[in-house]
């Protein structure tokens, strides 16, 4: 299929950056915009925009870019599916689970594609991180250490931090959703979770109404040796020395992946230091273009995107079992739908 017309839904930041790569990566498509709030003349990079969902549907694009907040992703979707049209919803798929189940129904139905924006994926040094576990590098795996962090004021530069959907329960703020790339990758990588226990807090005098920290215990779905995979997740709003860094334990030494470096280290038994055996330091957009471009080689050939709307309703499951583990300071059994299900959707 070519694609001739695409849709951008919302203008922030990953709204105009979807905006700019479409123009770059489909020149001849007529780009349309779909925002809600008024806006002056037409956004650079796009040839018109709309403001009602109905007007955005009779321009009859074949692929859409949902990015407006995540609490309204699910209602924006739902009628464009209903249309047959293509997906691509920035990350968290949604700020709960109500209403994804149809949403993945009806995109199935409509035999139309639905991915979900966890870019990550895309990074090199994420990929040849997985690859290297998957070669057992380091043999079994018996335990993973993963953790993020950022401070808010300064993630996002010359914007008001306080005004951020990160800031904001309504359009789903909070590190549980924004940081859920970890939830997602450590999916990929490591496979099901079948339990969670956690601690979130609101724990700095930062001026939002979100959790700005969360410390997550995952239990993942037993091995053919039927031992279960334990990781450690810490997300936060408030430390100033960012960092993205996961650590796989094996039986023959230790692998890391740096997301800030774009490394991957080992660390061999015997060893007094880590070594640097893989480095692709990606800018941002990078990740952004491979996405783009799967996004595109899936809906011409009929395959699955690398990230799916399933995958994206994993992680929404884990964090509605993270928000009750937390609340009931017990572990929670993750209400994962069974394969056979999947298959179904």
């Not at 951008?8 to 700019?20: A, D, F, P």
């Not at 990566?25 to 003349?41: E, F, M, N, R, S």
């Not at 993945?104 to 690859?131: A, D």
């Amino acid at each position: 299929m070519l694609i001739k017309r695409i849709l951008i839904v919302g203008l922030g930041s990953i709204g105009k950056l979807h905006l700019r790569l479409a123009r770059e990566i489909v020149p001849d498509a007529k780009i349309a915009v779909l925002k809600h709030k008024p806006y002056i003349g037409i956004p650079e990079g796009a040839d018109c925009i709309f403001f009602n969902i109905a007007d955005a549907i009779k321009f009859s694009p074949q692929l859409a870019v949902i990015a407006n907040p995540s609490s309204f992703h699910v209602s924006t979707a739902l009628p464009l599916a209903r249309a047959g049209v293509n997906l691509l919803v920035e990350k968290p798929l949604s700020t709960s689970i109500y209403g994804v189940l149809e949403l993945l129904n009806l995109s199935r139905s409509k035999n139309c594609l639905l991915g979900t924006g966890y870019n990550l994926r895309f990074i090199p040094s994420l990929q040849k991180f997985k690859e290297m576990l998957d070669e057992k590098i380091i043999g079994d795996i018996w335990s993973v250490r993963s953790e993020v962090g950022q401070f808010l004021p300064s993630w996002r530069p010359g914007t008001d931090y306080r005004h951020s959907v990160s800031a904001q329960k309504s359009l789903g703020g909070g590190v549980l959703l924004e940081l859920s790339h970890e939830i997602d990758y450590l999916s990929w990588i490591f496979g099901d979770i079948e339990w969670v226990q956690a601690a979130v807090s609101q724990a700095s005098n930062l001026e939002i109404n979100v959790e700005d920290s969360a410390h997550l215990i995952l239990g993942l779905a037993p091995n053919n040796s039927n031992k279960s995979l334990i990781v450690r997740v810490d997300m936060d709003f408030i430390r100033h020395d960012t960092t993205r860094l996961c650590t796989a334990i094996g039986e023959f030494g230790s692998l890391r992946w740096n997301g800030i470096l774009g490394t991957v280290e080992i660390f061999k038994p015997g060893d007094k230091v880590w070594t640097e055996i893989f480095k692709f330091e990606a800018t941002r957009n990078e990740s952004y273009i491979a996405q783009w471009k799967n996004i595109i080689t899936a809906i011409n050939h009929g395959l699955n995107p690398l990230v799916t709307g399933v995958d994206g309703y994993k992680v929404l499951q884990i964090v509605e079992a993270a928000r009750e583990a937390a609340k009931t300071k017990r572990q929670v059994k993750v209400k994962l739908i069974k394969s056979a299900e999947y298959n179904k959707l």
